[in-house]
């Protein structure tokens, strides 16, 4: 309990300047990284997205307690992503200026899903999960689970199609046939093995494939 409260404690003071440096007078750099990757300023705003300006090493013991004493914590530079649910932080990741995902040493790594409805989208990459949320209608959950391939998923009862959007590796397919066993509307949408967001960041997909991802 210790160890969990020493994260959210540091990771709430971390977000907080994060979203300084986002909106303060030198955010040019992460205003066209959103602009690249397709973020709206007013998403970024309304789920509280911050910006680490450069990479940098902390105490570990702080964020993860004192056994770890002598150790370093690494917090790259990039786009901050906080998962958060009635009123608790429960995981924060860092998407890169390369679009690579880094999520925090300490952070939850439990699916978690924003929204409801009889539609949900599954990913196992944050950067993905927030930007469809983005694009999104109403009646569409998404759900992020860093684990994906190595983890029971919650219950699914409440859904009625769902949507993998991964990779086409053979875990994807794997865990396709697995929901299909247990009676579920499933299917795939392929997307690069780096992620959603990394290819948009390098042109191997476009916004209009988002536009198609979300047509359920």
């Given at each position: 309990m210790q160890k969990t409260e020493n994260w959210r404690h540091q990771a709430t003071a971390f977000l907080a300047r994060c979203r300084a440096q986002m909106w303060g007078r030198h955010k040019e750099r992460p205003l066209e990284w959103l602009f690249r990757a397709g973020f709206s300023v007013s998403f970024a705003q309304d789920h509280f997205?911050?910006?680490?300006?450069?990479?940098?090493?902390?105490?570990?013991?702080l964020w993860l307690g004192p056994e770890r004493e002598g150790e370093k914590y690494y917090l790259p530079e990039g786009l901050l992503l906080p998962w958060i649910q009635n009123e608790t932080l429960l995981r924060l990741s860092i998407l890169d200026p390369e679009?690579?995902?880094?999520?925090?040493e300490g952070s939850s790594t439990e699916a978690i899903t924003a929204g409801e409805g009889p539609c949900?989208?599954?990913?196992g990459n944050d950067g993905d999960a927030f930007r469809l949320m983005q694009e999104s209608k109403k009646g569409?959950?998404?759900?992020?689970?860093?684990?994906?391939?190595?983890?029971?998923?919650?219950?699914?009862?409440?859904?009625?199609?769902?949507?993998?959007?991964?990779?086409?590796?053979?875990?994807?397919?794997?865990?396709?046939?697995?929901?299909?066993?247990?009676?579920?509307?499933?299917e795939l949408f392929r997307i690069p093995e780096k992620g959603l967001v990394a290819g948009l960041l390098c042109g191997d997909l476009s916004p209009a494939d988002i536009t198609a991802m979300i047509r359920f």
């Open positions: 997205l911050g910006w680490n300006f450069r990479p940098m090493y902390r105490n570990a013991a679009g690579h995902l880094h999520i925090l949900l989208f599954i990913t569409t959950a998404i759900m992020a689970a860093p684990l994906l391939f190595s983890t029971e998923l919650p219950d699914l009862d409440a859904f009625g199609r769902i949507r993998l959007v991964a990779p086409p590796v053979p875990e994807t397919m794997q865990l396709l046939e697995d929901l299909r066993e247990r009676g579920r509307m499933a």
